[in-house]
């Protein structure tokens, strides 16, 4: 059985600091990983997603993760927080694609920027 | 080119009612997802169509769910009779053959 966890609820950096929002997870296969974002009022977006190819994701707003398969780790990572990366967000693991199918999440984790 | 679209946005319905969630996936994608998030616990799969076919459902809480596509366009959601604990958002989902899904603004269901 495939499992997310997300280690912290909330977690709260300065502008212009580094964000780094932590993922492990547990597969039975090589899984596909994911991580979306939620703003306030709006839906779930894709921010980027591990499919076997290479170990360093970069995905759209700055966002980059690392997949590393000794530490069952795939963790979020921005060089420089903006006001506008405030949002919750989730990290996931499939075993089945890169779709939706089959997805299971993490609790989610709230970024807070502080000015 | 439109969205996942979810309606309503909100609903707010008694212990008892009956509430339909609809969902209209972007045009041309195959696949579509239903998942909930309960306040305070994950998102959780519900289930997958493929066009029309029930692929998966295996996420369904219970027999008060019910999941359409008819047509294998738009996708209905029923809760009947709607219990507290069904509280929460309900999202959809939608990709082409399995590739990226993009995912609806959710609906948020209030049971009191």
């Known amino acids: 059985a495939q499992s997310v966890t997300q280690l912290g609820s909330h977690v709260s950096v300065s502008e212009g600091a580094l964000v780094l929002l932590r993922c492990n997870y547990s597969?039975?296969?090589?899984?596909?990983l994911f991580w979306y974002v939620q703003y306030p009022n709006q839906g779930l977006q894709l921010l980027l997603k591990?499919?076997?190819?290479?170990?360093l994701v970069k995905g759209i707003n700055g966002f980059e993760a690392e997949f590393k398969k000794s530490e069952t780790s795939f963790h979020l990572t921005k060089p420089s927080a903006h006001m506008s990366d405030a949002a919750e967000y989730f990290c996931?693991?499939?075993?089945?694609?890169?779709?939706?199918?089959?997805?299971?999440f993490g609790k989610g984790t709230h970024l807070i920027i502080q000015p | 080119e439109a969205g996942v679209t979810q309606f309503p946005s909100h609903s707010v319905i008694e212990k008892g009612q009956t509430v339909t969630l609809r969902c209209d996936p972007i045009?041309?994608?195959?696949?579509l997802y239903w998942y909930r998030r309960v306040m305070g616990k994950e998102i959780k799969f519900l289930l997958h169509?493929?066009?029309?076919?029930?692929?998966?459902e295996s996420g369904m809480p219970n027999n008060r769910f019910l999941a359409e596509r008819t047509g294998g366009t738009y996708s209905t959601l029923k809760v009947q009779p709607a219990e507290l604990e069904d509280s929460g958002v309900y999202f959809c989902?939608?990709?082409?053959?399995?590739?990226?899904?993009?995912f609806g603004q959710g609906t948020r269901l209030t049971v009191v």
């Open positions: 591990y499919t076997s190819a290479a170990t």
């Open positions: 169509f493929v066009k029309e076919s029930k692929q998966d």
């Open positions: 989902a939608s990709s082409y053959a399995g590739i990226e899904a993009f």
């Open positions: 996931a693991v499939s075993e089945r694609g890169g779709g939706a199918d089959g997805l299971t």
């Open positions: 597969s039975s296969v090589p899984p596909y």
């Open positions: 045009s041309g994608h195959d696949n």
